[in-house]
């Protein structure tokens, strides 16, 4: 099983950037599907971006369309996540999730996931 460990997330202005980080380890990460999510205080986790096993297909939330961006570097096992014109609805705890098995239909449920890391804080301030 993949472990993920996400990193980048801090305080950034409104109509900022921030880029995240999900670095895998222990396992063939080219295998996985990998996915943001993101949870709010008081809120359901949210889906955010997926991207397949190759990079080839991306996958992003309504409300992300447009300002953010998943990419991928298997070189690296890392999956990025570039948020940009950020707005102070987008703090939330962003976290990584990986899938060796998730199909398109379900790419946007976190139950299709079995591998996620610790999370890491994005706040953004108004």
């Known amino acids: 099983q993949v472990q993920l460990a996400e990193s980048g997330g801090g305080l950034v202005q409104t109509g900022g950037s921030v880029r995240l980080s999900c670095a895998a380890s222990?396992?063939?990460?080219?295998?996985?599907?990998v996915a943001w999510f993101r949870q709010a205080p008081g809120k359901e986790r949210e889906f955010v971006a997926a991207?397949?096993?190759?990079?080839?297909?991306?996958y992003l939330g309504d409300s992300m369309k447009g300002r953010f961006t998943i990419s991928r570097d298997n070189s690296k096992n890392t999956v990025y996540l570039q948020m940009n014109i950020l707005k102070p609805e987008d703090t939330a705890v962003y976290y990584c999730?990986?899938?060796?098995?998730?199909?398109?239909?379900?790419?946007?449920?976190?139950?299709?996931?079995?591998?996620w890391g610790q999370g890491t804080q994005v706040t953004v301030s108004s």
């Open positions: 999730a990986a899938s060796r098995t998730v199909i398109l239909s379900a790419i946007r449920s976190e139950g299709s996931y079995a591998a």
């Open positions: 222990g396992s063939t990460f080219r295998n996985y599907a």
């Open positions: 991207i397949r096993q190759n990079g080839g297909s991306s």
